[in-house]
């Protein structure tokens, strides 16, 4: 019943963690009716931080509204991925993300970042947003463009993100 982003996979920095983390406090300052949900494996960082530990701090006062749910199972998961406002992966380096394929055939919004390959499923405003990777500036104008469009634009992306993924289909592509 709340209104959240999502981020799901390993929690690390490769993953882009530490942009999200950056945004953060902005974010939540911005939107107080919205929650950041984490779901996946706490990494280590910098000599053993927890990344989640790291996430709770960056948003200062509205840590309240950073919800981790650890590892999940994808019958749990798919229900999540659903229902998020949308899905923010800004990872430094990637190959055809998994994360992003799942969240697309949910018909959701997915923000990633350009040059790590999802721009080869994102087209930009159309199905999704970019942004530049390692850009916390870049990051959080692409997911105030998720969050601001109206709920009939939200549901054109995400069926066009669901179109997107069918296009992959072995059958297809093959």
Known sequence: GKRYLLYFGTLNVL????SIAE?????????????FVFVGKDARFNGG?????HLYSSAQE??????????????????????????????????????????????RIVIGTRGTSFEQLI????NGFLCEADNATSLLASVQKAL????????????????RVEELKPEIVA
């Open 15 to 18: 993953k882009g963690l530490l």
């Open 148 to 163: 601001e469009i109206s709920p009939e634009i939200k549901r054109i992306m995400g069926a066009a993100a669901k179109r």
């Open 49 to 53: 931080f927890s990344v989640v530990d």
């Open 123 to 126: 087209e930009d405003g159309q």
């Open 62 to 107: 509205h840590k309240n509204k950073i919800v981790y749910l650890g590892t999940q199972k994808h019958e749990k998961l798919y229900p999540i991925i659903s229902h998020a406002e949308a899905v923010v992966l800004p990872s430094r380096i990637d190959n055809f993300p998994n994360a992003c394929l799942e969240s697309m055939a949910n018909e």
């Open 23 to 35: 945004i953060l406090h902005d974010l939540l300052s911005l939107y107080s009716d919205l929650y």
